[in-house]
């Protein structure tokens, strides 16, 4: 794992914007694995900045999300694939038969999670994967369990991560208890991940995710099996890292 410490969010963003420009930039076709929640907004917004400056084009470009939650429609206002439209793909030039979100309203999630491994294979795999962290350690929603999954399956979310996507929702009974989730397989299959985590909530898990040992109750720190990784995080996010093993940029 490459860990680099940022001044804050603003200037995270920025060198995880870097990053994907670059990818783009090298391979104007790549497949992009991508999150949802608060901390990639910034990031989709200067992805949005490079796209209008003609730095880089989405028109070849096919997506992955990694998750959805199960029993809301497309369309609801906490749904997924409404803010996948909302931070992103409304302002950039990408095609809508290459943006894959799992479908959160199929009776068979079961048969929705085979599907959308079928379709990562297809598209010749995951080339990049962008990653928020939760506070208990998830990735994904691959909650912190005694068995974690390999595919893209249904998951039932820990009242730890209701409670912390609750600010969106307005109250924790409205937060649906089921989702569906790349499995950690699908996230440890891509070529490269880049994984960001802000603000001093986010410390316990990062310090987990990249010095403790590799377990399924942290389920970030199987990160630490992937050769290709990146952890981005601010200074907050950072601070219970030791200070003198990593690089601050
Ligand atoms: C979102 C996702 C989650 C979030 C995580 C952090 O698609 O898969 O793992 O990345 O819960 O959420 P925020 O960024 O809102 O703190």
Excluded: C, W
Aim: a negative charge; hydrophobic letters at 35%.
């Amino acid at each position: 794992m490459k860990v680099y410490l940022f001044k804050d969010h603003a200037d995270t963003s920025e060198y995880a914007a870097k990053v994907l420009i670059d990818q783009l930039k090298t391979r104007p076709n790549s497949v992009l694995g991508l999150a949802t929640g608060s901390t990639p907004i910034e990031l989709y917004q200067l992805l949005i900045k490079a796209f209008q400056d003609h730095e880089i084009s989405f028109q070849d470009v096919i997506t992955f999300n990694l998750d959805e939650y199960l029993g809301i429609p497309a369309d609801h206002p906490q749904s997924y694939a409404r803010f996948m439209h909302e931070q992103l793909f409304s302002s950039i030039d990408i095609r809508k038969h290459s943006v894959h979100i799992p479908n959160g309203t199929s009776q068979d999630p079961d048969q929705v999670g085979r599907a959308y491994e079928e379709a990562i294979r297809q598209a010749g795999g995951i080339d990049l994967q962008v990653l928020g962290l939760g506070n208990n350690g998830h990735i994904g929603f691959n909650e912190p369990d005694e068995e974690l999954q390999n595919y893209t399956h249904a998951t039932h979310l820990t009242q730890e991560t209701r409670q912390a996507n609750a600010r969106f929702f307005g109250s924790i009974e409205d937060v649906p208890t089921d989702a569906i989730t790349m499995g950690m397989g699908t996230i440890l299959r891509a070529g490269k991940i880049v994984l960001l985590a802000s603000g001093e909530h986010k410390a316990d898990a990062v310090q987990k995710t990249v010095e403790g040992g590799i377990s399924t109750r942290i389920p970030a720190s199987l990160l630490q099996l992937h050769p290709d990784v990146l952890v981005l995080v601010d200074r907050a996010a950072g601070s219970k890292l030791n200070p003198d093993s990593y690089e601050v940029r």
